[in-house]
């Protein structure tokens, strides 16, 4: 049996026998530059990541793709790996050659707990790619509802609106007819007014991709984020005019103050 066969079956006797016989085996990699450890965490073979990495294995040995054990760990949403690995010496922050890191792989595939561990490294959640991808647009996109709530409350910029497309996670969720996800992020507010580059507004991608539900809740959204404006608008008139009239009251006093005849003096 190849020791790439063992890791994938999880066989512990086989990759011992060979790791014994020859240390360097624990870096090996196949044809496509996975290293074991990285098939390893691809099987979900927990058992089979802590025997390699203690056997020397590099937990940063990236394939010719540029995806390390942990990015792949958390693509396959292996919680227990990514722990592992982590602990190991993984680089959190490491891109493969789409610019994507382990935080946006986990977001694009709804994997919140992963998420989480490492939003606790102190990750900065707003990190993009060059086309603007981050992890909330990648959860957006995707229809992660919970994983987007989850971004938002560690400071993920809900406007972003990086890339040459200008799209926000907004338009994104809107566009893929995720009603749930525009609904979480208008409550965090996401501007629903918000234009693309070629001047479109999320309602109208919605509309242009037929996703009837979700225009139509971005339709009852927008009249009633117009009808707050306006009530907005009629506090605010009704407030300066408010101001006038104290005003002109107070004006109007002084003048019958300055302009009073003086009282004659009591006569004697």
Same mark, same amino acid.
């Given at each position: !049996?190849?020791?790439?066969?063992? &890791?994938?079956?999880?066989?512990?006797?086989?990759? =011992?026998?060979?790791?014994? =016989?020859?240390? *360097?085996?624990?870096?090996? &990699?196949?044809?496509?530059?996975?290293?074991? @450890?990285?098939?390893?965490?691809?099987?979900?073979?927990?058992?089979?990541?802590?025997?390699?990495?203690?056997?020397?294995?590099?937990?940063?040995?990236?394939?010719?793709?540029?995806?390390?054990? $942990?990015?792949?760990?958390?693509?396959?949403?292996?919680?227990?790996?990514?722990?592992?690995? @982590?602990?190991?010496?993984?680089?959190?922050?490491? %891109?493969?050659?789409?610019?994507?890191?382990? /935080?946006?792989?986990?977001?694009?595939?709804?994997? +919140?707990?992963?998420?989480?561990?490492?939003?606790?490294?102190? $990750? #900065?959640?707003?990190?993009?790619?060059?086309?603007?991808?981050?992890?909330?647009?990648?959860?957006?996109?995707?229809?992660?509802?919970?994983?987007?709530? $989850? $971004?938002?409350?560690?400071?993920?910029?809900?406007?972003?609106?990086?890339?040459?497309?200008?799209?926000?996670?907004?338009?994104?969720?809107?566009?893929?007819?995720?009603?749930?996800?525009?609904?979480?992020?208008?409550?965090?507010?996401?501007?629903?007014?918000?234009? #693309?580059?070629?001047?479109?507004?999320?309602?109208?991608?919605?509309?242009?991709?037929? =996703?009837?539900?979700?225009?139509?809740?971005?339709?009852?959204? !927008?009249?009633?984020?117009?009808? =707050?404006?306006? +009530?907005? /608008?009629?506090?605010?008139?009704? %407030?300066?005019?408010?101001?006038? +009239?104290?005003?002109?009251?107070?004006?109007?006093?002084?003048?019958?103050?300055?302009? *009073?005849?003086?009282?004659?003096?009591?006569?004697?």
């Amino acid at each position: !049996m190849s020791v790439f066969s063992a &890791v994938k079956t999880g066989d512990l006797e086989c990759i =011992r026998r060979k790791v014994k =016989r020859n240390e *360097a085996v624990s870096n090996k &990699v196949n044809k496509k530059g996975e290293s074991l @450890l990285l098939c390893a965490a691809k099987y979900g073979q927990l058992e089979a990541c802590s025997l390699l990495l203690e056997s020397g294995a590099d937990a940063n040995l990236a394939s010719a793709d540029g995806d390390t054990p $942990l990015l792949v760990a958390t693509e396959y949403g292996r919680y227990d790996i990514c722990e592992l690995l @982590l602990s190991g010496g993984a680089n959190a922050s490491a %891109e493969n050659s789409y610019e994507a890191t382990p /935080l946006i792989c986990a977001a694009k595939r709804g994997h +919140r707990g992963i998420c989480q561990l490492l939003l606790k490294l102190g $990750l #900065d959640v707003n990190k993009g790619t060059a086309l603007g991808n981050t992890a909330l647009k990648a959860a957006a996109v995707h229809g992660h509802a919970r994983v987007t709530e $989850l $971004l938002i409350e560690r400071g993920a910029d809900v406007n972003d609106a990086c890339g040459e497309s200008k799209y926000t996670a907004l338009m994104l969720a809107g566009e893929n007819g995720h009603t749930d996800v525009c609904e979480a992020l208008l409550s965090q507010g996401a501007d629903i007014e918000h234009r #693309d580059t070629f001047g479109r507004s999320v309602l109208r991608v919605a509309k242009e991709k037929g =996703r009837d539900e979700t225009f139509a809740f971005l339709e009852r959204e !927008m009249n009633n984020e117009f009808r =707050r404006l306006k +009530r907005e /608008l009629e506090e605010a008139r009704a %407030e300066l005019d408010g101001v006038k +009239r104290t005003k002109t009251t107070k004006a109007a006093k002084t003048i019958n103050l300055e302009t *009073a005849p003086e009282m004659a003096p009591a006569s004697q």
